[in-house]
């Protein structure tokens, strides 16, 4: 049964924008967007890039490998129709935690629902 995890320090966060944690033996990216902590897998599912060291532009989390921009809540990439997996986060007492069970949505269709 998948439980939360601690990941990193709220304040610390804050300060680095983005960190890698890891959640369950997975490498996890953790991120702050509009304020609000967020995390996906580390590695793509395209060409196992690393997407710590990508850039959040406009809403997406940009693959460094091939510019494969996922959607930073829901892991979805609109022109290719694949997802990345996304984690539940949540704040508790100036903790980020994890939801060590990832998610992963099949179709834009169950984005726009």
């Given at each position: 049964?998948?439980e939360w995890v601690e990941a990193v320090e709220l304040d610390v966060?804050?300060?680095?924008?983005?960190?890698?944690?890891?959640?369950?033996?997975?490498?996890?990216?953790?991120?702050?967007?509009?304020?609000?902590?967020?995390?996906?897998?580390?590695?793509?599912?395209?060409?196992?890039?690393?997407?710590?060291?990508?850039?959040?532009?406009?809403g997406k989390l940009i693959c460094p490998g091939h510019q494969w921009?996922?959607?930073?809540?829901?892991?979805?990439?609109?022109?290719?129709?694949?997802?990345?997996?996304?984690?539940?986060?949540?704040?508790?007492n100036g903790m980020v935690e994890i939801f060590a069970e990832p998610?992963?949505?099949?179709?834009?269709?169950?984005?726009?629902?």
């Open positions: 049964m998948a966060l804050r300060k680095k924008k983005k960190v890698l944690a890891n959640v369950g033996g997975e490498d996890v990216v953790v991120y702050l967007f509009e304020g609000e902590p967020r995390a996906m897998a580390d590695i793509c599912v395209h060409k196992q890039k690393r997407l710590f060291k990508g850039l959040i532009f406009q921009a996922f959607d930073v809540n829901t892991g979805w990439e609109e022109q290719m129709g694949r997802c990345q997996p996304v984690y539940d986060t949540r704040v508790t998610r992963v949505i099949a179709s834009s269709v169950a984005v726009a629902n």
